[in-house]
């Protein structure tokens, strides 16, 4: 599975951004994709995944309720959209595709090359 982020940009504090990942190869509708973001000098931290066959949903609690993820399997892609976003939500966003939903890196297999989002106060 190949994987390709986008979307990201410079958006001003309260506003919207709606991040897409493009995926390719044909057994991507099996996985689970996952949001990922790395503020500038910090790890890399859950954002959200949306599993693969009931279409459910799970958040990272500094996103909750302002984002929300959603695929669509004929056109293997994945949107995030980000609202009301806070300079603290300034990172490198990456989608990523693994076996089962989980908030761990490491379960996934694979990895966009990330977009940068930069919100100003």
């Known amino acids: 599975v190949q994987l390709q982020a986008s979307g990201g940009g410079l958006v001003q504090a309260g506003g919207s951004l709606r991040l897409s990942c493009a995926a390719s190869g044909r057994t991507f509708t099996s996985y689970c994709v996952g949001w990922f973001r790395q503020p500038p000098g910090k790890e890399r931290e859950f954002v959200a995944y949306?599993?693969?066959?009931?279409?459910?949903?799970y958040y990272a609690a500094s996103v909750r309720g302002r984002a929300t993820i959603s695929r669509d399997n004929a056109k293997n892609t994945v949107i995030l959209q980000m609202n009301s976003l806070k300079p603290e939500d300034t990172a490198v966003y990456y989608c990523a595709a693994g076996p089962r939903p989980a908030t761990i890196v490491r379960i996934y297999e694979y990895w966009g090359q990330g977009t940068l989002v930069t919100v100003s106060s």
């Open positions: 949306i599993s693969s066959t009931t279409g459910s949903t």
